[in-house]
T-cell receptor
Framework: DGGITQSPKYLFRKEGQNVTLSCEQN?????MYWYRQDPGQGLRLIYY???????QKGDIAEGYSVSREKKESFPLTVTSAQKNPTAFYLC??????????????FGPGTRLTVT | GNSVTQMEGPVTLSEEAFLTINCTYT??????LFWYVQYPGEGLQLLLK?????DKGSNKGFEATYRKETTSFHLEKGSVQVSDSAVYFC??????????FGQGTELSVKP
């Protein structure tokens, strides 16, 4: 089955620690995205990547970092500089060359709690 | 800039009632429009889409028509079920391929 996997589903960390969230896709999509969702709010874009070895900041990139060394993988690191890291994090991907461009497919999400 | 505005929730309906969730947008050019659904604790799933004016997207009894003259993409369903309880997001594509989301509308359907 093709899709997007995010792991783990729940993650707990102490304040001051960096933490990396995993996102893997086997859809052969070129573009990948990271969003943050807070309770009762919409999605805010953190980072996106349209091609391997390249990525751009979204609307709320401060305190986060990413890498895109492989087409299938787009890990997100939440650093200790992120002031309010507790949130639900969603990864998505889309094809730029086939099917319906701009249509994004989402993973199941990782709920991060920092205390 | 591009933006999406949805009606505020929560929306509470009885089973078999008619559903409308309003969505209006501001955009340059001709974006594609989407409705996504999110069940509790899960990621978003694409519900339906429309790529040009007057297109109607439909899926699982839900429909939405791309109205360029009113810059709207309202979601409708003739008879909701308890299983339709979820949060619904309207979104548009910007020229760079990113999606701009509305704030979401929570729907609760009571038996």
């Amino acid at each position: 089955d093709g899709g997007i996997t995010q792991s783990p589903k729940y993650l707990f960390r102490k304040e001051g620690q960096n933490v990396t969230l995993s996102c893997e896709q086997n859809l052969n999509h070129d573009a990948m995205y990271w969003y943050r969702q807070d309770p009762g709010q919409g999605l805010r874009l953190i980072y996106y990547s349209q091609i391997v070895n390249d990525f751009q900041k979204g609307d709320i990139a401060e305190g986060y970092s990413v890498s895109r060394e492989k087409k299938e993988s787009f890990p997100l690191t939440v650093t200790s500089a992120q002031k309010n890291p507790t949130a639900f994090y969603l990864c998505a991907s889309s094809s730029r060359t086939s099917g319906s461009p701009y249509e994004q497919y989402f993973g199941p999400g990782t709920r991060l709690t920092v205390t | 800039g591009n933006s999406v505005t949805q009606m505020e929730g929560p929306v509470t309906l009885s089973e078999e009632a008619f559903l409308t969730i309003n969505c209006t947008y501001t955009a340059t050019g001709y974006p594609s429009l989407f409705w996504y659904v999110q069940y509790p604790g899960e990621g978003l799933q694409l519900l339906l889409k429309a790529t040009k004016a007057d297109d109607k997207g439909s899926n699982k009894g839900f429909e939405a028509t791309y109205r360029k003259e009113t810059t709207s993409f309202h979601l409708e369903k003739g008879s909701v079920q308890v299983s339709d309880s979820a949060v619904y997001f309207c979104a548009l594509s910007d020229p760079g391929g990113k999606l701009i989301f509305g704030q979401g509308t929570e729907l609760s359907v009571k038996p």
